[in-house]
C-alpha cells in the first residue's frame, strides 16, 4: 500500500531523493534503529532482547514511517499517542502509518521544516549541526 | 473434505505471514525510484555527511517483495 501509495507518487519520489537519505528497513530480517525515539515509534509494539518485532502481526503488516535528523537520532515527525483505530477514522493512518501522498507529503515537509528550526536552534546556541533543506 | 478445506490452513499461514499484503513491487512501481539504502548505519553515516535528514521506513517486508 505504502510502496504504490505515497512512495509512488511523482512529487514524494522527487522530494525523498532530494532532501532526505532514505532507508528501507524490513523488519522481518533487520533489528529496529536502536534509538531513544523508537519507545515512541514503536508503541505497543513487542520488541525482543535483539530489536526484532515480535507477533505474527506485526510481522506480516508493520509499517512505520520516521524521519530522523542528520544526527540520525532526534524524531523529526513525532506523532505521540499510540496506534489506535481512532486515528484511522480521524486522521486516515495509524500514527506513523500515512500510506497517501495527501498525508504522506505534509508529514515529510513538516519534518524539513522541524530540521531546519532544529538547525536554526543548533546555530544560535554553537551546537555543530548541517540540516537544513 | 472439500478442496476449499483444504485450502483454508495454507490461506490462514499465508494470511499471518502477510504475504495476502505483499504483492511484489512491479518492476516499474514509483518507488523503486527512490535511492533507497538498506543499511541503516550506513544511512546514518551518509546523512551526517550530507546534512540531510534520515527517512527510515520500517516495513514488514523486502523492497522488491517477491512473496
Given at each position: 500500500m505504502l510502496r504504490d501509495g505515497a512512495l509512488s507518487d511523482a512529487e514524494v519520489v522527487d522530494l525523498v531523493n532530494n532532501q532526505f537519505v532514505p532507508v528501507w528497513i524490513n523488519v522481518r530480517t533487520t533489528p529496529v534503529p536502536d534509538l531513544a525515539c523508537m519507545e515512541e515509534v514503536l508503541h505497543n509494539v513487542r520488541v525482543n532482547a535483539n530489536g526484532f518485532i515480535q507477533g505474527s502481526f506485526s510481522q506480516g503488516f508493520f509499517l512505520r514511517s520516521v524521519v530522523l535528523a542528520s544526527d540520525g537520532e532526534t524524531l523529526l515527525n513525532p506523532q505521540p499517542g499510540g496506534a489506535?483505530?481512532?486515528?484511522?477514522?480521524?486522521?486516515?493512518?495509524?500514527?506513523?502509518?500515512?500510506?497517501?501522498?495527501q498525508h504522506y507529503l505534509p508529514m515529510l515537509r513538516q519534518a524539513l521544516d522541524r530540521a531546519r528550526q532544529l538547525s536554526e536552534e543548533r546555530a544560535r546556541t554553537g551546537a555543530v549541526t548541517s540540516d537544513s533543506p | 473434505m472439500s478442496r476449499f478445506s483444504l485450502a483454508i490452513p495454507v490461506l490462514l499461514s499465508a494470511s499471518l505471514a502477510g504475504c495476502l499484503s505483499h504483492?511484489?513491487?512491479?518492476?516499474?512501481s514509483g518507488s523503486l525510484n527512490i535511492?533507497?539504502?538498506?543499511?541503516?548505519?550506513?544511512?546514518?553515516?551518509?546523512?551526517?555527511s550530507v546534512g540531510r535528514p534520515i527517512l527510515a521506513v520500517l516495513v514488514a517486508g523486502e523492497l522488491k517483495d517477491k512473496c
Open positions: 489506535s483505530l481512532g486515528d484511522l477514522f480521524t486522521e486516515g493512518h495509524f500514527k506513523y502509518g500515512q500510506v497517501k501522498p | 504483492i511484489g513491487a512491479k518492476e516499474d535511492a533507497w539504502m538498506e543499511d541503516f548505519d550506513a544511512a546514518q553515516r551518509a546523512a551526517a
